[in-house]
């Protein structure tokens, strides 16, 4: 046997072992005497809900591809008999056509007389080229003349006063959310550019596996980039949003919510903090990976006295984020605790969902610190003073 026979075999070797290794872990733990009956069953829930979620999905990307290959007939057909359209329907097209490049559409008249199309009214220069381009590109037009008044600045026009309304269309791949038909498509060619680089340079080949790695997350997850990676997120690459009842009066609620210096008692993982004198601004030192503490600064935004609190953390934090917490009373006369929360961890909504693999789910330690919350208020259910316990 060569020297390559024997490194093969042996890595042959190597993966049969971990694998044996593998099943043995798996049987060993759906087959505990103890729990394995409720892991079993938690399993087939597991595996029924994925094949619900897959079966939802693919219905839903088969309504997509259906109504968009419906939507670029239609566009077909509009370039191709919308020519022979007459003056009325011309007349809405130009109206609907200037809403997407004018920011005052009501600013402009409208005329129509056999397919030429003459604007009157008030434009901005920086919108009339455009606004006149798309026009002449309406099938039927013959002929576009601008009689407007272009105005450099809005400020010279009473009609051009007021918010503007411009509803520029927005490229698929731009937007924020992607749709069923442009994820299934982005998700082809990422397994593409991950196949790719067969015979290609090294350095060619990582930057390409990336490119698709990153497509890949991206459509898994259906997050723009700069929310996946954090880069250029500010505080909200990752929101979580809870909420528990608490069945203790507002008053006793807002008197611990309201005064950061008692969390200590019942938040394990919230080692100490200071509020300054005008009491709007708090240092917070709290327990971070492995035990490491992790100190940073936090600003109220906004007080509704025994009702909300709203923070963010200071610029420049290793962890940015913001909040709010919201009191309401219930019909029982409990308390509704509501808590939303966005921030922008190490890489982004890659790193939280890596923490979360790492057993640091952010959103269950918030719920396990209300549920500490409500144990502490219903256990003194008389209102306290908002300067200490």
Not at 27 to 55: M, Q, T, V
Not at 146 to 174: I, N, T
Not at 194 to 218: D, E, K, N, S
């Amino acid at each position: 046997m060569t020297a390559g026979e024997r490194q093969t075999h042996l890595a042959e070797e190597a993966v049969a072992a971990g694998l044996g290794f593998c099943a043995g872990a798996a049987i060993a733990y759906l087959f505990d005497p103890a729990r394995g009956r409720s892991r079993r069953a938690k399993g087939r829930d597991k595996a029924a809900h994925a094949r619900h979620e897959l079966r939802d999905g693919l219905g839903v990307l088969s309504r997509d591809l259906t109504n968009r290959s419906r939507g670029s007939a239609a566009a077909v057909r509009y370039r191709v008999a919308g020519r022979s359209a007459d003056d009325r329907i011309l007349y809405e097209r130009v109206r609907a056509e200037l809403g997407r490049h004018v920011s005052h559409p009501h600013a402009v008249e409208v005329h129509v007389q056999d397919r030429h199309v003459t604007l009157t009214g008030a434009v901005l220069a920086a919108e009339e080229e455009r606004a006149r381009r798309a026009i002449r590109r309406i099938p039927g037009v013959k002929h576009v003349e601008g009689g407007w008044v272009v105005h450099d600045d809005a400020a010279e026009s009473p009609r051009l006063q007021g918010p503007g309304r411009r509803r520029e269309p927005v490229p698929e791949l731009l937007q924020q959310q992607w749709s069923p038909t442009a994820r299934f498509l982005a998700g082809a060619a990422a397994a593409g550019l991950l196949a790719l680089p067969g015979g290609l340079p090294r350095p060619v080949a990582w930057a390409i596996r990336a490119a698709g790695a990153l497509l890949a997350a991206r459509v898994a997850t259906n997050l723009p980039v700069r929310r996946l990676t954090g880069l250029n997120a500010g505080r909200h690459a990752v929101d979580i949003t809870e909420g528990i009842s608490i069945d203790a009066p507002v008053a006793t609620v807002w008197a611990l919510v309201s005064d950061y210096s008692v969390f200590p008692r019942f938040m394990p993982d919230v080692l100490e903090v200071r509020r300054s004198a005008d009491g709007r601004t708090s240092h917070w030192t709290i327990s971070g990976p492995a035990g490491t503490p992790i100190r940073f600064d936090a600003t109220e935004t906004g007080r509704e006295e025994g009702r909300e609190i709203a923070w963010q953390s200071a610029e420049g934090e290793l962890i940015a984020h913001t909040g709010a917490l919201r009191l309401a009373e219930q019909d029982d006369g409990g308390t509704r605790v509501q808590v939303r929360l966005a921030y922008n961890p190490v890489a982004g909504a890659a790193g939280h969902a890596v923490a979360r693999l790492l057993g640091a789910n952010p959103a269950r330690k918030l719920r396990q610190d209300l549920m500490r919350l409500r144990s502490y208020a219903e256990s003194r259910r008389q209102p306290v003073g908002s300067g200490g316990v």
